[in-house]
Nanobody, 127 residues
Framework: QVQLVESGGGSVQAGGSLKLSCAASGQTASTYYMGWFRQAPGLEREGVASIYTDGGMTYYADSVKGRFTISQDNAKNTTYLQMNGLKPEDTAMYYC????????????????????WGQGTQVTVSS
């Protein structure tokens, strides 16, 4: 089981930036899909971005393309989500997740295909 700890959330005004970090430990596989998901009150958990740790292929939700950047530092076992141009609709609890490639496949946005989750970090964007 992979242990994941998120950090970097906070409150910003619209147009501002935040950088989330996800520190991983206890990995048993050599490669993973590392995903960022978010969930606002009353809404479904949605995929924001994902990165394949072997090769760095990245995937984004249409709503964040051009504003968010996911990256991976394998030496530090840390996944980042740089969020620029934040909007009030980005307000949510953000979760980091690790998924085994043979289970996630190309469906990176499917939260039910990820095995391990962090506790979440809150992002609040005011207008």
């Amino acid at each position: 089981q992979v242990q994941l700890v998120e950090s970097g959330g906070g409150s910003v005004q619209a147009g501002g930036s935040l950088k989330l970090s996800c520190a991983a430990s206890g990995q048993t596989a050599s490669t993973y899909y590392m995903g960022w998901f978010r969930q606002a009150p009353g809404l479904e958990r949605e995929g924001v971005a994902s990165i394949y740790t072997d090769g760095g292929m990245t995937y984004y939700a249409d709503s964040v393309k051009g504003r968010f950047t996911i990256s991976q530092d394998n030496a530090k076992n840390t996944t980042y989500l740089q969020m620029n141009g934040l909007k009030p609709e980005d307000t949510a609890m953000y979760y980091c997740a690790a998924g085994i490639p043979r289970l996630v496949g190309l469906k990176w946005w499917r939260h039910d295909l990820y095995n391990d989750w962090g506790q979440g970090t809150q992002v609040t964007v005011s207008s």
